[in-house]
Nanobody, 121 residues
Framework: QVQLVESGGGLVQAGGSLRLSCAASGSIFSINRMAWYRQPPGQRRELVAA???????TYEDSVWGRFTISRDNANLTVYLQMNGLKPEDTAVYYC???????????????WGQGTQVTVSS
């Protein structure tokens, strides 16, 4: 069973910073992709940032230059450093990984439980 445990959310004033962490555990053979999504109140879940095993990173346009995604492969952990936070960044942030549980096995999709980020103006 794969588990993702997120931490680092909270309340911060506009312009402040937060760092989210997501640690994966369980019988994982390899992780292909690690990502952060967010779901603002009353809106659909959207991709914030992603990083693949070859080092490629992608960001949602509104977070370019403010957020940085990074991963620690040895500890199966992904981070999201969020600087210059804005009220519109308020959302529940979800960690997501795409992984194989065995060599040459299918790619499986896993989600964390979500962590609330609230940015006050």
């Amino acid at each position: 069973q794969v588990q993702l445990v997120e931490s680092g959310g909270g309340l911060v004033q506009a312009g402040g910073s937060l760092r989210l962490s997501c640690a994966a555990s369980g019988s994982i053979f390899s992780i292909n992709r690690m990502a952060w999504y967010r779901q603002p109140p009353g809106q659909r879940r959207e991709l914030v940032a992603a990083t693949t095993s070859d080092g490629t990173t992608t960001y949602e346009d509104s977070v370019w230059g403010r957020f940085t995604i990074s991963r620690d492969n040895a500890n199966l952990t992904v981070y999201l450093q969020m600087n210059g936070l804005k009220p519109e960044d308020t959302a529940v942030y979800y960690c997501n990984i795409v992984a194989r549980l065995i060599e040459k096995g299918p790619l499986m999709n896993y989600w964390g439980q979500g962590t609330q980020v609230t940015v006050s103006s």
